[in-house]
């Protein structure tokens, strides 16, 4: 069973427009993410899945230039652009997510969820069932037997939008949450807003891009005045927002 990681990216960021490639250091986030990945010991592909729309060519170019497998689908219907994907490549049984606005994704942590997705035989192994890990240390892996079912079967724009959901919600898949040994979801390493970039900006351009996620933490207790510069945002606050818009075009 090989594996496929496919990283999704736009430039049409609602709240930070443009933050898959601005540069700390002089490198993209995207770059940043796509160096993490390279020290898994799991993943046997990595491909950017971005969208056909026009802003998102500046995404293929870079992927271009890195030499990294680009693929281009739906804007909006991010769920259609991961099947589409993994179609691309129909060698590869085990497909895992992750997110470009996750520069400081680890490495270990994928090989963690991989190695038990493909031990345990589940349909999805995730660690956000269940949120122990830090906000940008999300990895899911799924079968591609069931990213095609639910791309055949899902239905609501929340479950179209956010890719995993319709397994996450579905009793039919056989799911299992991977924990950390202590609850760490305090802490955000994910860039949706412009204090995130503050905070990974710092945490790069001071420490290097390949500690552990533990590590970065570290740091961050060792400066309260950087780590509260995040500390208020909302976790899955896109998520939330998909969810009230289910519910607002089911009352219409």
């Known amino acids: 069973m090989s594996t496929l990681c496919i990283i999704q990216a736009r430039m049409s960021s609602t ?25 898994s010991k799991t993943l046997d592909k990595v491909v950017v899945a971005t969208s056909d729309h026009k802003d998102d060519d500046v995404i293929a170019d870079f992927c271009q230039k890195e030499k ?7 804007l909006e219907d991010v769920l259609s652009r991961y099947a ?35 031990k345990e035989k589940m349909d999805y192994v995730s660690n956000v069932l269940e949120e122990t890990f830090p906000d940008g240390i999300d990895i899911e892996a799924f079968s591609r037997k069931a990213l095609l079912a639910s791309d055949k079967e899902a239905l609501l724009h929340s479950e179209r939008e956010h890719v995993t959901l319709y397994i996450r919600n579905n009793p ?9 040994k202590v609850n760490m979801s305090k802490y955000r390493l994910t860039v949706d807003n412009p204090e995130d970039f503050e905070v990974i900006s710092f945490l790069i351009e001071n420490y290097g891009y390949k500690l552990t996620f533990e590590e970065y933490c570290k740091h961050l207790d060792k400066h309260p005045e950087i780590m509260e510069k ?12 998909s969810l009230k818009e289910d519910k607002n075009s089911s009352n219409s």
């Open 68 to 74: 990294v497998d680009c693929f281009r689908g739906s």
């Open 84 to 118: 589409e994907c993994a179609k691309k490549y129909p060698e590869y049984d085990t497909i895992v997510r992750v997110t470009s606005d996750c520069p400081l994704i680890d490495p270990k942590v994928v090989d963690k969820v991989v190695s038990n997705f493909l």
């Open 230 to 241: 995040n500390s208020k945002i909302e976790r899955n606050a896109g998520l939330k927002k």
């Open 15 to 39: 709240r930070l427009p443009g933050k898959v490639l601005k540069e700390i250091n002089g490198k993209p986030m995207l770059f940043y993410c796509l160096e993490r990945l390279k020290e």
């Open 172 to 180: 039919k898949f056989k799911k299992l949450n991977i924990k950390n």
